[in-house]
């Protein structure tokens, strides 16, 4: 028999009336390899079915078990009980609007996000579905491909200190999904249009660089260094404009 675990969880369900944002104590019986997604699921079926809580693939994939676990941004079918203090606190992602527990909707941000961002292939070509694929360089593809493996959890977003204290920033998740633009050759946006969209305090000149994003991101992708590379590409676009009014 494995140790007990004391669980402290923020409950609030906005659609009951009367309820107030509070923490409630659970008690769980440990068993071998145990994760954050069983534990919470055991709680809901053995204890009190009115927890609140998102899952769906529980392999790391969908990004909807997100939450703040002991004080940090993860996953909770990844996050294993036994890496983790006999006294485990949860709360939801901050920035996203609550849906109640440990719930939030983090794809009204994501929509937004992508509308913002104009994530598609900008093109003045016309498709023609009886054409082969174009060819592609398979560095350039494998780049595109490591930019992709983002799974909008949102933890990025609410390790962001930027932020949590604005929420006109884009973030890192937005800021991604533009490198991989940037660097995908059939999208035939300028610098110069990017710069538009970007190139202010709300996009990449408002990233702090405390490395939270990256710190965070279960599937371990590179931020700061695409946060970087936007960074340098957007200074020179902004140099060259001041320069060439002058």
């Known amino acids: 028999m494995g140790r007990q675990i004391k669980f402290e969880i923020f409950r609030y369900n906005p659609e009951r009336k009367g309820d107030v944002p509070h923490m409630q104590e659970y008690i769980l019986d440990e068993h071998p390899n145990m994760t954050l997604f069983i534990a919470l699921n055991r709680l809901r079926e053995e204890q009190d079915p009115s927890l609140i809580f998102d899952f769906c693939c529980r392999a790391g994939i969908c990004g909807a078990c997100a939450m703040v676990i002991n004080g940090r941004p993860g996953l909770a079918c990844q996050t294993k009980t036994k890496d983790l203090p006999g006294h485990i606190i949860l709360h939801p992602l901050p ?26 292939i900008h093109t003045k070509k016309v498709f023609d579905p009886a054409a082969h694929e174009e060819r592609m360089d398979n560095g350039v593809a494998e780049q595109i491909y490591e930019l992709e493996r983002c799974i909008e959890c949102g933890c990025c977003i609410a390790a962001c200190g930027t932020a949590r204290l604005r929420d006109d920033f884009m973030g890192a998740a937005a800021l991604n999904r533009i490198a991989r633009f940037v660097v995908d050759p059939r999208d035939e946006r300028t610098d110069r249009q990017y710069f538009e969209v970007i190139g202010n305090d709300n996009g990449i000149f408002g990233c702090m660089g405390l490395l939270a994003c990256e710190d965070v991101c279960p599937k371990g992708l590179p931020l700061q260094n695409q946060l970087g590379f936007l960074r340098r590409k957007m200074g020179i676009t902004a140099m060259k404009q001041i320069f060439r009014k002058k």
């Open 95 to 120: 920035v996203f609007k609550l849906v109640g527990d440990l719930s939030v909707d983090t794809g009204v941000w994501f929509r937004e996000m992508y509308a913002k961002t104009e994530s598609w």
